[in-house]
């Protein structure tokens, strides 16, 4: 049996990330993937490294936009009515955290990581001769009416607190940023510069996994649902035979349960799937940088592939069926602010966003496992706080003081 110090279980950009760090320190380090690095969740985003966001998850609280959510005819949020029980226990406990934290400890967390992940990726990026995926362009959150006014002030709040620069946008300055773009549309524009867009996901996670290659590390084919303990340590089946280690690495998103729950350890965590397509726009068309039409919850963004429309929350099972309803509806309403191209033929996208009631994801030590080591659930922000996190979990491995406070993120936090 081959032994390595650790083996990651996910070969997404956070299972990725957080193996450069760990080989960054010294140790022997394995990924384990069902496939290849960067084909699954992490291809399928908008493509934007966040600086701002600082607000959590939430369902809507007036109760005709929750009548919408309930019965399918919001474009923010669909669900599977055979998921009902689950989201509905689900999210009475995002509720209830959301009015307990009143929202500032999930921006302390969120903002420490952003600001770190920012850093991490430029450098990432330059390493793994990448920088070409990375782009200065910011983005733009769209809002239609005053529906959206409590969440902007919010927002802005928050961004004042923690130093992220924004711009409120009149019509004019909207349609100056984005000339293609009917800004008449929209009630109100904010711009965020800091952030910065990402002409490839999985280009990007690809090119960190040759990174990883290149210093000493290795990727092999396995099935992470094989994971048990074996004389002290760790194991796991590869197609290269049975590898073995005394630490390992969950860090395997919406898929996590299906390893831990065999070892008695559950999270409150639901599936929100993502769907995305893309487009060519027509002639003498672009969009210089993402979007974010905001009530009707998709983003629009400019890729190697074309526009990449990408929608809201669909929560449902992650064996379930393609549903595109929510992706014809964003569809149709993009439609009505950019002139939108043909469309690329290729095979129906999507992807499993883990979520859990605070939003934020489980960074650190599994408690009672010996070597078991945790790093999920970023909320469908894994792209941007992949960096942070695996810091932070190789600070923690090694026994090193935490760039943030690590209390927010402990899995500890779910006990009962």
């Not at 193996?19 to 960054?24: E, H, N």
């Not at 430029?122 to 239609?144: H, M, T, V």
């Not at 729950?261 to 027509?282: Q, V």
């Not at 526009?307 to 309803?325: N, Q, V």
């Amino acid at each position: 049996m081959r032994k390595v110090d650790v083996i990651v279980l996910g070969g997404g950009i956070v299972g990725i990330t957080a193996a450069i760090y760990l080989r960054m320190s010294g140790r022997d380090v394995l990924v384990v993937e069902r496939g290849r690095p960067g084909d699954e969740a992490s291809r399928a985003n908008a493509g934007v490294l966040m600086r701002e966001g600082l607000l959590p998850f939430s369902f809507p609280d007036d109760p005709l936009r929750l009548m919408g959510a309930v019965f399918n005819a919001s474009p923010r949020y669909r669900y599977d009515p055979r998921v009902f029980s689950k989201l509905f226990t689900w999210a009475r406990r995002l509720r209830e955290t959301s009015e307990r934290d009143n929202g500032m400890r999930y921006a302390n967390a969120m903002a420490a990581l952003q600001r770190t992940s920012i850093v991490e990726h430029k450098a990432l990026a330059k390493r793994a001769s990448a920088e070409r995926f990375l782009r200065p362009s910011g983005w733009i959150k769209l809002y239609r009416s005053d529906a959206g006014l409590e969440e902007i002030d919010s927002e802005l709040h928050f961004a004042r607190i923690f130093g992220t620069t924004y711009e409120d946008l009149d019509e004019q300055r909207l349609s100056a940023l984005e000339p293609n773009l009917y800004a008449g549309e929209f009630s109100r524009a904010l711009y965020f510069p800091e952030s910065l867009s990402v002409s490839s996901p999985g280009g990007l996670t690809k090119a960190y996994a040759r990174h990883f290659r290149d210093v000493g590390g290795l990727v092999e084919i396995g099935d992470a649902r094989s994971l048990e303990r074996d004389g002290g340590r760790w194991t796991v089946n590869t197609l290269n035979g049975r590898a073995s280690a005394d630490n390992v690495v969950v860090a395997l998103g919406a898929w996590s349960p299906e390893v831990l729950e065999p070892l008695g350890i559950e999270f409150p965590m639901m599936a929100s799937r993502g769907y995305y397509r893309h487009f060519r726009p027509d002639g003498g068309v672009s969009l210089r940088r993402p979007i974010h039409d905001v009530e009707q919850g998709y983003v629009l963004s400019p890729m190697e592939r074309g526009l990449r429309l990408t929608t809201g929350h669909d929560f449902t099972s992650l064996d379930a069926k393609p549903e595109t309803a929510q992706l014809r509806r964003n569809l149709k309403a993009v439609r009505k602010v950019f002139p939108l191209g043909r469309e690329v033929q290729e095979k129906l996208c999507f992807a499993a966003r883990p979520l859990l009631p605070d939003s934020l994801p489980v960074v650190g030590h599994a408690p009672g496992h010996e070597g078991l080591w945790l790093n999920f659930g970023h909320a469908g922000h894994g792209l941007t706080t992949a960096p942070a996190t695996a810091v932070l979990l190789a600070q923690l491995m090694n026994d090193e003081e935490p760039f943030t406070d690590p209390s927010p993120l402990s899995p500890l936090r779910f006990r009962l």
